[in-house]
C-alpha cells in the first residue's frame, strides 16, 4: 500500500548508527523484495549492507538475474541505467542518490557523438560500414542506445580485449568513448601500434585530427578520462620500486599507458581482488585504484601477511559514488518498505530497447 513519501529531511542528520539500525529494520521489513547491489568502491558504512558485490560486468549480469522487484543500487547513476535495462520489466532500479554520477561518464554526450559520427561519415564515406562505435559501460544509456543502433557494442574494463576483438572481425577501425586509457591500454594489449590510435577531441572539427589521420588510424580514441585514476604516476610505482624490489604492482586499466606499461598486473576492480586474494601470503602489492577498495582488501589479506598499499600519496576517492551514505540509503529503503518507490532509475523505452541490444551483445562476447 503506498503512503506519503518521507522526506529526506527526516533522515539528513540522523547519526550513522541510528541510520544502520533503520537500514536494517528496513531490510527485514522488505525481506527479499529488495537486493543491494553494491560496487567494490562503495564507502565501508554502505558496502556492510550488500547482498551482492562485483565489477560492472558482473553486477550487470547479477543484475539480469536476480528476481527482486526492487534493485537499490549502491554505484554511480549508469550502472543502475545498465540494471534497469538488463532487468524484467516489472522490476525497479532505484539509486539512493541521483547525484551518484560519474564524472568519466559526463564526458561524452550524445550530441558529441553524433557530431563525430556525422564527420567521420564525411572523411570515411560509410562510417556505418567501417567503424564500430564501442562504448565503455561508464557512459549514459542514449549512447549504449547509439552503439546498438549503428552494430557496436559495450565493453567493460574486464572484458574489453574480447570486445576489440568482435568489434575488429566486423569493420577495421573503432570509435572507442569515452574513455581514452581503457582504449589505449587495451588496443596496444592487442598489438595496434600507438601511432595507429588517435585521440579524438570532441570540442574540435573533426576531432582536432586531419582527414588523413583519420583515414590512417585504426583506432579513435576519445579525449575522455576519470579523475580518479589520472592521479597515478609512474614515479610513484618506481619510488616504491626502490623500496620493495620483491613486491607487485597491479593497476586499473583506466589508469595512463605510462602506469599500466610499469605495472605487473593490468585489470578490473574484480581482477584486482582476486589476484590479490590468490597470492601466496606474505606478498607487498601498490595498488592503482580507488582508495576504499584498497583499503577494505588491505584489511582482508593483512592476517596472511600480504601488505597492500594505495598509490598516490594524495587521497582519491570516486567522490559521486561516496554521495550514497547510509542516511541516504536509510531513507530509500523505509520509503520502499512503506510502499513508496523513491530515485526511481528509468530509461525511456526506445533508449531502453537499443541500449539493450549492445549490453546483450556485450553479455554474448564476455
Ligand atoms: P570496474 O568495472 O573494474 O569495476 O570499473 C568500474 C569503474 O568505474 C572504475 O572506475
Ligand atoms: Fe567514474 Fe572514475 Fe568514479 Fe569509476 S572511479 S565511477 S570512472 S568517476
Known amino acids: 500500500m503506498q503512503t506519503t513519501t518521507i522526506s529526506f529531511d527526516h533522515f539528513n542528520a540522523l547519526k550513522d548508527a541510528q541510520a544502520h539500525e ?38 550487470s549480469r547479477l543484475a539480469s538475474e536476480t528476481d527482486a522487484e526492487y534493485i537499490v543500487f549502491c554505484g554511480v547513476h549508469f550502472m543502475a541505467e545498465v540494471a534497469d535495462i538488463l532487468s524484467k520489466p516489472q522490476q525497479i532500479a ?41 562504448t565503455y559501460i561508464n557512459s549514459a544509456a542514449d549512447l549504449k542506445a547509439f552503439c546498438g543502433e549503428h552494430g557496436g557494442i559495450v565493453c567493460t574494463s574486464s572484458n574489453a580485449p574480447k570486445i576489440l576483438d568482435w568489434s575488429f572481425a566486423r569493420r577495421e577501425k573503432v570509435l572507442f568513448f569515452p574513455d581514452q586509457h581503457l582504449g589505449r591500454w587495451t588496443g596496444h594489449k592487442m598489438g595496434i601500434p600507438l601511432e595507429a590510435m588517435r585521440v579524438w577531441d570532441p570540442d574540435l572539427p573533426n576531432g582536432g585530427l586531419t582527414p588523413e589521420e583519420i583515414r590512417n588510424a585504426r583506432m579513435l580514441l576519445w579525449k575522455g578520462h576519470c579523475a580518479v585514476h589520472q592521479m597515478f604516476q609512474p614515479t610513484h610505482i618506481a619510488n616504491w620500486r626502490k623500496q620493495n624490489p620483491d613486491g607487485f604492482v597491479i593497476s586499473h586499466p583506466e589508469s595512463a599507458y605510462e602506469v599500466c606499461e610499469a605495472s605487473d598486473y593490468v585489470g578490473s576492480t574484480e581482477y584486482i581482488i582476486k589476484v590479490i586474494k590468490d597470492a601466496p601470503a606474505g606478498t607487498k602489492w601498490l595498488v592503482g585504484t580507488e582508495l576504499n577498495l584498497v583499503n577494505r582488501l588491505a584489511e582482508e589479506v593483512k592476517p596472511e601477511g600480504k601488505q597492500v598499499q594505495f598509490m598516490s600519496p594524495i587521497v582519491c576517492m570516486c567522490s559521486t559514488m561516496q554521495r550514497i551514505d547510509p542516511q541516504h540509503l536509510a531513507w530509500t529503503l523505509e520509503n520502499l518498505a512503506e510502499g513508496n518507490v523513491v530515485n526511481r532509475i528509468s530509461v525511456p523505452e526506445h533508449e531502453a530497447r537499443l541500449a539493450k541490444l549492445s549490453l546483450e551483445r556485450m553479455l554474448a562476447v564476455s
Open 94 to 134: 532505484i539509486l539512493p542518490d541521483l547525484a551518484a554520477g560519474c564524472s568519466m561518464a559526463d564526458m561524452a554526450n550524445l550530441a558529441k557523438v553524433e557530431r563525430c559520427w556525422r564527420e567521420l561519415n564525411e572523411v570515411l564515406g560509410q562510417a556505418d560500414e567501417q567503424v564500430t562505435p564501442v
Open 22 to 59: 533503520r537500514i536494517r529494520a528496513a531490510r527485514a521489513k522488505l525481506g527479499s523484495r529488495a537486493v543491494l547491489l553494491v560496487h567494490h568502491y562503495q564507502r565501508a558504512d554502505v558496502y556492510q549492507h550488500h547482498d551482492l558485490t562485483g565489477d560492472s560486468l558482473r553486477l
